[in-house]
């Protein structure tokens, strides 16, 4: 298949993704769309790595997924320490510093 | 890879074709899925359908390697974490979607997203242009390991030094508190004794506190 297929679906995913965090109140649903919109990015780097015949691309990707996985684990462990301190996960009530 | 020469010739084979629209339908409506359930739950095992989805769109553009790293790591491991997590915050939500003027403009700003994003593949990008026959050994773990270990080693070792850093992080930001504001109780305890002590009966505080160390911990 031609690389502009695989670039239409990167950013829908990441359209997807982005939908999901601006919308979305419940902390995890926010958090698994930024890992849609981290997959659509690779998905790009690994369309473009294989248009460009290098497979640096495929290497980024690598690193990204590593990144991601750090990513969910801080990102989780503030979510339950949210929860520890306001017994919500609802982003509109984490207001804290507004005050 | 010549545009004037691809660029209007070139279309895949239908079996491609086939199996790339219908991965691509598969990703896109469990994405869809994910952001649109109540249930967080439901919204995981759908992004765990997402990123085998994924895999296998990565395994059709012969990145062999990154298609079994998506399905080890993103639906092994990270969807497991999140799994957790879900189970231990499961809540009910009220109004999963909020819909006032601030989102609203979220929403504006991603269809200007999309805007821009279909402009440049459209612009930037040389549309329908055969993709290059790739070698053998391209996205196997041999030759990927090749470029990771010499040319990217030091970016290997500091994603390694980030992962530790984000373990320790993490253990750090949720454990639990109730065993320091214990000892803060207890500690502000002592102290309100040693006082008290010391107003009714100077220089007898040193023995009181003692006195009180001994059962502060139990007092509220």
């Known amino acids: ?99 | 890879m010549n545009p004037a020469q691809n660029a209007a010739t070139y279309s895949a084979p239908a079996g491609d074709q086939i199996l790339f629209y219908v991965l691509a339908a598969f990703v896109t409506f469990f994405a869809i899925f994910t952001i649109t359930r109540r249930n967080p739950v439901t919204a995981v095992m759908s992004l765990v359908a997402t990123f085998f989805g994924l895999a296998a769109i990565y395994a059709s553009l012969s990145a062999h390697f990154l298609a079994v790293l998506q399905v080890l790591v993103y639906a092994g491991a990270i969807m497991v974490l999140f799994i957790f997590v879900v189970m231990i915050l499961n809540r009910e939500e009220v109004a999963p979607l909020a819909l006032r003027p601030m989102r609203l403009l979220g929403v504006a700003a991603a269809v200007y997203l999309l805007a821009v994003f279909t402009n440049v593949v459209h612009e930037g990008v040389p549309t329908n242009l055969a993709p290059p026959v790739t070698a053998e050994a391209f996205g196997t773990v041999e030759s990927i390991g090749d470029i990771l270990f010499r040319q990217f080693l030091y970016p290997f070792e500091a994603i390694s030094l980030l992962l530790l850093v984000a373990i320790v992080g993490g253990v750090v930001v949720s454990r639990s508190h109730q065993k320091e504001v214990a000892a803060q109780r207890a500690a502000a305890y002592r102290k309100q004794v040693r006082e008290l002590a010391d107003h009714d009966y100077p220089g007898t505080a040193d023995a009181t506190e003692a006195a009180a160390a001994g059962h502060g911990g139990g007092h509220h």
């Open chain 1, 1 to 99: 298949m031609p690389t502009e297929h695989y670039l239409v679906l990167s950013f829908i995913l990441f359209l997807i993704g982005t939908a999901g965090v601006l919308l979305r109140r419940n902390a995890l649903i926010v958090l698994m769309g930024i890992e849609l919109q981290i997959n659509g990015g690779n998905l790009a780097l690994v369309a473009f790595s294989r248009q460009l015949n290098d497979q640096k691309g495929h290497v980024f990707a690598f690193l990204i997924i590593a990144l991601a996985a750090a990513e969910a684990a801080v990102g989780l462990a503030i979510l339950v320490g949210l929860f520890r301190s306001r017994q919500t996960v609802n982003l509109d009530e984490a207001t804290l510093m507004k005050r």
